[in-house]
């Protein structure tokens, strides 16, 4: 059940980063995977910096800054 409800969290938090980058969306689809790259990526940068956020808004907001961190990369990689 976690590994689902973290794939919801990330496709959550891939939708609202590409609403938050300006310009930065690929689309529906690929903004939902980004989410759940993100959500990972989140989870392990901020495990590496020692933060901490507990809970539901918590597991969002980290996988959030996740999926920014990744479309942010892609496009730099894109131009």
Request: some cysteine; overall charge positive.
């Amino acid at each position: 059940m976690n590994i689902v409800l973290s794939c919801i969290i990330g496709c959550l938090a891939g939708f609202c980063a590409g609403k938050l980058m300006k310009g930065g969306g690929f689309g529906l689809v690929l903004n939902l995977i980004l989410g759940i790259l993100g959500g990972a990526l989140g989870g392990w940068l901020f495990d590496v910096l020692g933060i901490s956020w507990g809970g539901l808004v918590g597991q969002l907001g980290t996988a959030l800054v996740g999926a920014i961190v990744i479309i942010a990369v892609v496009n730099l990689l894109k131009k």
